[in-house]
Structures are given as C-alpha cells and as structure tokens.
C-alpha cells in the first residue's frame, strides 16, 4: 500500500510539472510591469519547493527519514488521491483563467487584466486553493510525520509571507476594482453568502 500512495504522489507532482510547463514557457515571453521583492520571493519559492518536493522525493524514493514513519490505511491513499485530483483539477482551471496574467513570483504584467471570472468569480487565490490541497494530499499519502507534513509547513510559509504583499500589489494596481472583488470573494474558500 505504502508503493501505491508514493507512486500516487509521484504522479500528482509529474502532472503539476506538466500543467504548469506551458504557462512557465509563455510567462517569461511577457514582459512584467511591476516586480515584487524577488529575492524574498525566491526564499518563500525555496521553502515551498522543498515541503512539496524535495523531502517528500527523498522520502518516495528513500523511505528516509524512517523513524518518523506511521502505519498506512486505506482510506487515507484514498482520500490523498482524491485530494491531489482535486487539486490538479483546480490547478489547470486556474492557469487556464489567469493566461498571460500568471507568474511565478509576484508580478504585474504588461497589459494585466485583474481575472474575476471562471474559477475566480469565487475565489481571489485559486492557485494557492490548489497548492493547499496538495499539501493535504501529502499528509494523507506519505505516513512520515515529516515528508508527510513538510507540504503543509513549506508552503504555509510561503502563503503567509506572501498572501498579504500579494493582496497590496493588487490593490495598488487595480484600485477599487480589487477592492471591490475582495469584498464578494473568498481568499483561498469561496465566501459562504
């Protein structure tokens, strides 16, 4: 059961590199307007990839660190399955809806349009929706308290010191318009009305 939940890991973040390619390719033909503190950005970067990729991978393809393992049920593979689909779903959906708006790092681009439509007429942060679900997704299917979790951890991190300089540049950039749409969307959960 433990080999079926790693290559399931294994396959979500395959499939995330691979939805994510094209819209990486085309962001670096777009020139940015505005570029938020890139080298606090490539921290947060840094310390997301390696709760999502790096300890994970290491344990995937090392069983390492062992003394941090846990029994694994069934119901738990499942529910990690589920959750990473989900969130590859939301994540695809996502880019699909941002376009030639998307950048790794925090930026706004030539010609940015702010996208409220599609996936985000409910929620401001569909992207980071997705990213938590990952993050849940490797707690459920990697039973080690630090590869499991480390998801969580690296790209809370992330989300923390990002969210709030994220929610500024875009108020700075498009004015009462975001302020407007912050008001009737959620940030990461769609609003309860």
């Not at 790092?105 to 990952?134: N, Q, S």
Request: hydrophobic residues 50%; proline residues 5%; contains cysteine.
């Amino acid at each position: 059961m433990i080999v079926a939940a790693k290559i399931i890991w294994c396959v979500g973040v395959i499939a995330w590199f691979v939805i994510r390619y094209p819209h990486a390719r085309r962001s670096k033909r777009t020139p940015a307007r505005r570029v938020e503190n890139r080298g606090l950005e490539l921290v947060l970067l840094s310390i997301s990839a390696t709760g999502l990729g790096v300890i994970p991978a290491v344990y995937a393809g090392t069983g390492m660190p062992a003394f941090a393992d846990y029994p694994l049920q069934a119901w738990q593979v499942v529910v990690g399955g589920l959750t990473f689909l989900a969130s590859l779903v939301l994540f695809r959906r996502t880019h699909a809806a941002l376009g030639r708006n998307w950048s790794v790092t925090l930026e706004v681009r030539e010609k940015h349009a702010l996208v409220t439509d599609g996936i985000y007429r409910y929620v401001r942060h569909p992207m980071y929706t997705a990213f938590w679900l990952w993050a849940i997704a490797q707690a459920f299917l990697l039973p080690n308290w630090i590869a499991g979790f480390s998801g969580i951890v690296g790209f809370g991190t992330l989300y923390l010191f990002r969210v709030p300089r994220e929610e500024q540049m875009m108020l700075d950039a498009f004015g009462s318009e975001y302020a407007e749409y912050a008001k009737r969307t959620g940030r990461v959960f769609p609003k309860l009305r």
